[in-house]
């Protein structure tokens, strides 16, 4: 997109908002760099430049805008819908890898060299995964400076910087200003959030429509790890140096979020996975554009655009939970994820609402007894085998996940046939492509839209939806009266 300077510079002079994310506006003049929406006078065409991300804008000498804030624009949909190492290098960025097991790790965690990680996303980024994390830190520690009560050395160590004199230089200058003035013109005309409790507002690209996004959330929520309170939907967050509670609600042009956190350096992690799962970063408008012209979801969308897949906070979990839900209802599958939860889940306290539990690692699901697994001696072995293969750590379920070989991966598992395979696929991997064309719920809407019924005749019709089938699936539950669809009254 960056690269196409006639569109970058369309979308800025329209200030299409569509374009936050996919790309960066730098003001030769003003050495500021913006997104495409900002709301200032645009500058001259000559004196623009465009990069692929905040980080490159950074390392060529520009700031952040501080009336557009660039650093807070949903994030470029191409990383939730690339599976090649680019893709699955930014997701692991994201969730934190690099400031945890530096350069490295995240090569090891790829497949690929340090030195083949660091061209691929130089090339295409501008940056390299140093200064891409280095982007987030800052990021991390606007929103930490801006909505906690935290002191500023602490801030520092919890954004991820090694010392607070890197902490004061990168603040001052990514955002021109000081850690302190930063906070004193973030309190202006505010009210502070509960003590302990972060509040921020989660972006996304309009249109979004949130019935079977949250709808799903909430009827498929395993007790005590997941609730719907107070038009909230709330659940505990297992993160890397610590556990959170987050509660999501939907606005008109933003998801509320308030997080509450054990260890503040997860924020940027745990607002990352809770963007994942509310599928944030998608492309609505490219997404509806295509399916719109099957003429049977074109009416569909045209009533409800936008619609999201709602995805997961841990790949793992789902996967659990996929097993658990296989042949049965929805309110059976919430009650054998509650069982495992009450005996291998981690209690938590949760001052704020019901919440009792995280859900239990693979490893501690290692140690169940299948003989205490209320359904057939087949499932139980699909169970225990998927755990078992997850906590060796064989199947990569998490965002650099590779989705064509951990799907091999899976089919090969004894019990796992297509319908699982596609669900971990669409809700755990989060690839926009997975079709469920066996889901009971697909075949009924199908048959209702006069679409052919049988799985392959369907999958055949459904090859003119690629690369968004994954959204298609979305518009057509809901076309169905189920709890799926609908957010629940106050």
């Known amino acids: 997109m960056y690269e196409c300077r006639e569109r970058c510079i369309r979308a800025v002079q329209s200030k299409d908002a569509r374009f936050d994310g996919w790309f960066f506006t730098a003001v030769l003049t003003t050495k500021i760099y913006c997104r495409p929406s900002c709301p200032v006078v645009p500058p001259k065409v000559e004196n623009m430049r465009f990069y692929p991300s905040a980080a490159a804008a950074q390392q060529a000498g520009f700031r952040a805008c501080k009336r557009c804030r660039p650093d807070a624009s949903p994030g470029s949909p191409e990383w939730n819908d690339r599976a090649d190492l680019v893709a699955r290098a930014m997701r692991l960025i994201a969730d934190g890898v690099v400031d945890r097991d530096g350069v490295p790790g995240l090569a090891g965690q790829l497949g690929y060299s340090v030195r083949q990680v660091q061209r691929q996303l130089q090339a295409e980024l501008g940056a390299g995964p140093l200064a891409l994390a280095r982007a987030q830190r800052a990021q991390t520690a606007r929103l930490l400076i801006e909505t906690s009560e935290l002191q500023m050395a602490d801030v520092a160590f919890a954004a991820g910087f090694s010392s607070v004199r890197t902490f004061n230089e990168t603040v001052q200058e990514v955002f021109a200003l000081a850690p302190t003035e930063l906070r004193r013109r973030a309190r202006r005309g505010t009210t502070s959030a509960a003590p302990g409790t972060i509040s921020l507002r989660l972006p996304f690209r309009a249109p979004l429509t949130p019935d079977n996004l949250f709808g799903h959330l909430i009827a498929t929520g395993v007790p005590g790890v997941e609730e719907w309170r107070d038009g909230h939907y709330r659940r505990t967050l297992r993160l890397p140096h610590g556990h959170g509670v987050v509660a999501l609600r939907p606005m008109p042009d933003h998801i509320a979020c308030q997080l509450s956190l054990t260890d503040q350096r997860d924020l940027a992690i745990a607002i990352s996975r809770c963007r994942r799962m509310l599928d944030l970063d998608a492309d ?46 929805t309110a059976a599958a919430r009650t054998h994820a509650h069982r495992l939860v009450l005996q291998h889940g981690e209690p938590i306290e949760d001052a704020a609402g019901g919440l009792t539990h995280l859900f239990p690692t693979m490893q501690a699901l290692a140690e169940l007894d299948p003989e205490t697994l209320a359904f057939p001696k087949s499932r139980r072995t699909t169970l225990t085998t998927l755990i078992a293969t997850l906590a060796r750590g064989e199947i ?65 019709h459904a090859r003119a939806w690629r690369p968004w089938r994954a959204y298609a699936v979305q518009y057509l539950w809901a076309t169905g009266d189920h709890a799926i669809n609908k957010i629940p009254t106050e």
């Open 284 to 329: 609505p408008v490219a997404v509806d554009d295509l399916l719109g012209t099957d003429p049977v979801l074109a009416p569909l969308i045209v009533k409800a655009p936008g619609r999201r897949v709602p995805h997961t906070v841990d790949g793992e979990e789902f996967a659990v939970r996929a097993v658990l839900g296989q042949q049965v209802s």
């Open 396 to 460: 990569d379920l998490g965002a650099g996940a590779d989705w064509d070989r951990a799907r091999e991966q899976l089919a090969a598992l004894p019990g796992i046939g297509p319908w699982t395979v596609e669900s971990i696929a669409m809700r755990a991997l989060g690839d926009p492509d997975a079709f469920v064309a066996s889901d009971l719920g697909i075949r009924y809407a199908a048959r209702d839209l006069g679409l052919p019924e049988a799985p392959k005749p369907l999958t055949d």
